[in-house]
């Protein structure tokens, strides 16, 4: 018997969206670092662009189990669209536990009606989440409730494909985030929102993560929240979407070169690949890594839908920092393998295996890093205190 619930419909009805219509994709957006426009719009039309969005408000409301489950299969098709969709899914979960009655029915309503995109934007040049994060984005009261903005923000997924970009800063006046980080949920449209540095990167090239220089006017109606109130909400579903991410990179990798070694005969052999002892090997341990990683993803998931409930959140942290480093890790094993057992024909563009492979390479060092994570989980077994975002 499972010790997780049944999987819901949703993860076949992505899989097969992913499977018929991003994989064909994929190569095209690596090759011109150009956002999945396409896969958004037929994300939106089968009604899954607002998969985080509470039931109450007319979205599918998926338990974490069932959204980390979906975004392996989206991986496995586009990674670069998994990731990106895990920015936007978790700013609506923020939104959810940051915004008013009224600011979540109109943000939501542009999510599941208008097919609006939502970015991400926490981090910052010269700062990293590997230490203690000092923010230097500036909130500057300016009457009314509003607010103006200013900062640089990099890494920003989404980049110039986002309809509104949430984003964190310093009140003015304030020392620590603890008193005085804010939250935002600037439109595009609003001016005095520029790219400052174009995305150009070895993997994840789809993401379009440009730097984006902030000095611009917020109205109240679209401040989060209270100051320092973002520290206060479960941060972890961004951490447990990278897990998810990168090891529907790996799964993808897998399924490909196990199907190569069962089909192809390198003479002098007159048998498949597959029929290699060392081959065998190489997929077994391949096989081992994936099934650890994806079980801890699993156990992850079920302890974020019980702490929802008032469950345990150091249980939580720990076992999303495991599934974090243990899916990582897999990402970049597992490609490199199967390039490997591909031989020479696995450096090559007209396979996937190469770009699975640059792709995967983002992963142990997006936050937590997976550095970071190792020292927070070595932290919780010997009983001291962890944490593995913070703040100045």
Request: glycine share 8%; proline share 5%; charged share 20%.
């Amino acid at each position: 018997m499972s010790m997780f619930p049944p999987v819901n419909p949703l993860v076949e009805e992505v899989a097969q969206l992913a499977r018929e219509r991003f994989a064909g994709r994929a190569a095209r957006y690596d090759t011109y670092s150009s956002f999945p426009f396409e896969n958004y719009r037929d994300l939106h039309e089968a009604g899954l662009l607002g998969l985080t969005v509470p039931a109450e408000y007319g979205g599918p409301g998926v338990d974490p189990l069932t959204y980390v489950l979906c975004l392996v299969e989206i991986a496995k098709g586009c990674p670069a669209t998994a990731l990106t969709f895990n920015m936007h899914a978790n700013v609506i979960i923020n939104i959810d536990q940051l915004a008013d009655a009224e600011q979540k029915g109109r943000y939501f309503r542009e999510v599941l009606e208008e097919g609006k995109l939502f970015a991400t934007v926490m981090s910052e040049p010269d700062s990293s989440f590997r230490d203690r994060f000092v923010l230097r984005t500036a909130f500057q009261p300016a009457g009314d409730g509003s607010y103006h903005v200013s900062g640089v923000k990099h890494f920003c997924s989404l980049g110039d494909a986002a309809d509104r970009y949430f984003v964190s800063g310093l009140l003015e006046g304030t020392a620590t985030a603890q008193e005085g980080i804010m939250v935002a949920l600037v439109p595009r449209s609003e001016a005095g929102i520029t790219l400052e540095r174009r995305w150009n990167a070895a993997g994840m090239r789809g993401t379009t993560s440009h730097s984006i220089r902030y000095d611009t006017q917020v109205g109240a109606q679209d401040i989060l929240g209270e100051p320092g109130q973002l520290l206060t909400i479960e941060l972890s579903g961004f951490a447990l979407g990278y897990a998810a991410t990168y090891l529907g990179v790996a799964e993808a990798a897998y399924d490909f070169i196990r199907e190569h070694a069962k089909t192809r005969t390198i003479a002098p052999a007159t048998e498949p690949m597959s029929h290699n002892p060392l081959v065998q090997r190489s997929l077994g341990e391949m096989s081992a890594q994936l099934r650890a990683a994806r079980l801890m993803l699993c156990e992850a998931a079920t302890i974020r839908a019980s702490e929802q409930k008032g469950g345990d959140r150091t249980a939580l942290s720990l076992a999303t920092n495991q599934a974090k480093y243990l899916a990582a890790e897999a990402g970049v094993r597992v490609t490199e393998q199967a390039m490997r057992l591909a031989g020479g024909s696995g450096f090559l563009k007209d396979l996937p295996l190469e770009r699975w492979h640059r792709d995967a390479l983002a992963g142990p060092v997006m936050p937590p890093s997976n550095d970071r994570c190792l020292e927070i989980i070595g932290r919780m077994v010997c009983g001291l205190r962890a944490a593995t975002l913070e703040f100045q």
